[in-house]
């Protein structure tokens, strides 16, 4: 039995075209096989007879044409494949799409190779700016103030029973003396100096006074020593440009300038002890130069590098106000160099300072205007020391003196401060009211031993 795929005529698509002989066959294609007589084989389904319209290359005999089969190993198959239609031109928008991605591409590459090319380039950036010029200043300028003085400024450090502060001082002399705030020094148990080369040594208490708020410490081996020169404070007046020096907040070497903004300024610190025995009275110079914790004891200095005053005081809000500064509010104090001169030699010499005193006890609670001689004075002694400067004068208990020298008066304090603004020795003229009448007195002052 034959096998066969199909027994339908075989689709047109399936065999060569009618006509074709072997004859015909283009080169490269080989001949159909025989049909062979026996075994098993595949027949063509196409028909057998010749075409009506034979062949140009027939055979002339008229001899029968054999079947083509189909050779599927043929050098060009008839099968047709459909791939599609044929594509298109390019269109506008592509090209312009094209275009514009290429350009953004070059650029990129460009700018990056730019850089690139730029950092590793030899070329160094160079911002202008002026030459470094090895150039002095202006003695009078606060840059040649600090210069000068700077060698002979100090930082104290001190550590006592109730723990450690930092303050300020300054240079007296080639003997190792140094000029500071008593309130500084009160109640050291050890005292280091520190000077602006940053050297530090162990200094000894000479001797303090808390009227005053000054106090004199000693070094000793130190060579090179700077001392200040000192000025006279009876020389400045109001507007004088002034520069402050010290260690505020324990910042060393730190300068701050300004202006004498007022002088004979009463100003009253201390008093922790409660018994007034530790108040200082100070006829002070007022400054706008920032002074802060830390610069208590450091020179105020002129233009001309003078020690005009040494800084001890400033001003903050008020205790109960919120918004109280513990910092600068431009409102600092100094005691005058005429006062703090006296005083440094007179510790120097003795180690105590002596007050000057006119003999009476005031009435610190009264209100009015004016110091008011007490009634009683301490004990129930009498309230004006018999024999004393005072008494000389003409003074008597409920007397209220409104003026020394011509300056007013407000109170009991700033008495005590007009008062110690001079010498023991020296002579001042009262102003006092009693009873209603107003005279004038002139008293020479007395001596007391200080704090």
Known sequence: MADRHQTDPAPQWWSRPEGTAEGGRR??????????????????????????????????????????RYDPWGAE????????????????????????????????IGGYVGVLAERRSNTRLELPQAAAVDRGRAPESVAGIAATALPGVVTLHVRGTKGSGTGTGFVLDQQGHIL??????????????????????????VGRDSGYDLAVVKVDGVRGLQPLSLGNSENVKVGDPVVAIGAPFD???????????ATGRPVTAGGDKGDGSDISYVDALQTDAPINPGNSGGPLLDAK???????????????????????????????????????????????RA????????LDMDYAGDGARVGDKGEDGKPSVVAGGPGARAGIRAGD????VDGQRVRGGDELIIKIRAHRPGDALTLTVLRQGRESTLEVVLGSANGS
Not at 34 to 63: L, N, R
């Open 27 to 68: 080169e490269g294609v080989p001949a159909p096989r025989p049909e062979t007589g026996g075994g098993d084989h595949v027949q063509d389904a196409a028909p057998t007879s010749a075409p009506s319209d034979p062949s140009p290359d027939a055979p002339s005999d008229g001899a029968p044409v054999p079947a083509v």
């Open 77 to 108: 198959p008839l099968q047709v494949v459909d791939r599609g239609r044929t594509p298109r031109g390019i269109r506008l928008w592509q090209v312009v799409a094209l275009s514009l991605g290429t350009a953004l591409l070059a650029g990129g």
């Open 180 to 205: 500071t705030n008593s309130h500084v020094v009160a109640d050291s148990q050890e005292i280091t100096v520190t000077f602006s080369t940053g050297e530090s040594v162990t200094a000894a208490l």
């Open 251 to 261: 910042l060393s070497n730190t300068v701050t300038a300004g202006i004498i903004s």
């Open 305 to 351: 590098a003078h020690v005009v005053g040494i800084n001890s005081a400033i001003r903050g809000a008020d205790k109960d106000d919120s918004t109280r500064q513990g910092g600068s509010i431009g409102l600092g104090f100094a005691i005058p160099v005429n006062q703090g001169k006296r005083v440094a030699e007179e510790l120097i010499r003795t180690g």
């Open 354 to 361: 002596t007050h000057p005193v006119i003999g009476v006890t």
């Open 400 to 403: 209220v003196i409104t003026k």
